[in-house]
């Protein structure tokens, strides 16, 4: 089954730094990859999704993700945090191992962003 | 607007009890699912749904039960066999190419 794996449970950084958000999937090349966001008590918000057609993806907020094949990894960034980006962020891919196909989605622990004023 | 309810936001239970979580979407999507959301688990999959009258088990459905008999419509049921129900549970709802609408959640709490 495929899975992702998102390192480093809790990022803290000054507002206006760069923020860089780290996800690697597992060995098979997945068809699409997620980020999704959620703020505090609410439910996930889709950032960004990528497919085979570009390997930068622009999503938004001004965030976006590269998708690098020869490190298996999705990693997200933002240029200059802000403080609205406090949150908690997970990468996602599609589990097209199971019976269900590629609808089902597997979650990373995701990442707490805390940006420092 | 379309979009996905929950309801209740928050919801106490005491030992033993069964306890029934809302689902509803206007968005006419054929697919949905739940899932349980524990702080530092990332989201696991309970149920989901593909279309009306037909569900499957996630990765951990013990302890709990759904139904889908309309196309808007999947609560979850959180029975007194699931030994850990105290949870964030989230609802979603998809139509092809993987992109999930979810729902705000409802936190349960078990006293």
């Known amino acids: 089954a495929q899975s992702v794996t998102q390192l480093g449970s809790h990022v803290s950084v000054s507002e206006g730094a760069l923020v860089l958000l780290r996800c690697n999937y597992s060995?098979?090349?997945?068809?699409?990859l997620f980020w999704y966001v959620q703020y505090p008590n609410q439910g996930l918000q889709l950032l960004l999704k990528?497919?085979?057609?570009?390997?930068l993806v622009k999503g938004i907020n001004g965030f976006e993700a590269e998708f690098k094949k020869s490190e298996t990894s999705f990693h997200l960034t933002k240029p200059s945090a802000h403080m609205s980006d406090a949150a908690e962020y997970f990468c996602a891919v599609p589990d097209w191992g199971s019976n269900f196909g590629n609808e089902k989605l597997t979650f990373g622990t995701g990442t707490r962003l805390t940006i420092i004023p | 607007d379309g979009g996905i309810t929950q309801s209740p936001k928050y919801l106490f239970r005491k030992e033993g009890q069964n306890v029934t979580l809302s689902c509803e979407q206007n968005?006419?999507?054929?697919?949905m699912y739940w899932y349980r959301q524990d702080p530092g688990q990332g989201l696991r999959l309970i149920y989901y749904?593909?279309?009306?009258?037909?569900?499957q088990k996630g990765d951990i459905a013990e302890g709990y039960s759904v139904s889908r008999e309309k196309k808007e419509s999947f609560p979850l049921t959180v029975t007194s066999a699931q030994k850990n129900p105290t949870a964030f549970y989230l609802c979603?709802?998809?139509?092809?190419?993987?992109?999930?609408?979810f729902g705000a959640g409802s936190r349960l709490t078990v006293l």
């Open positions: 749904s593909q279309i009306v009258n037909d569900f």
């Open positions: 060995s098979s090349v997945p068809p699409y």
């Open positions: 990528y497919t085979s057609a570009a390997t």
């Open positions: 979603a709802s998809s139509i092809r190419a993987n992109v999930l609408t």
């Open positions: 968005l006419n999507h054929d697919a």
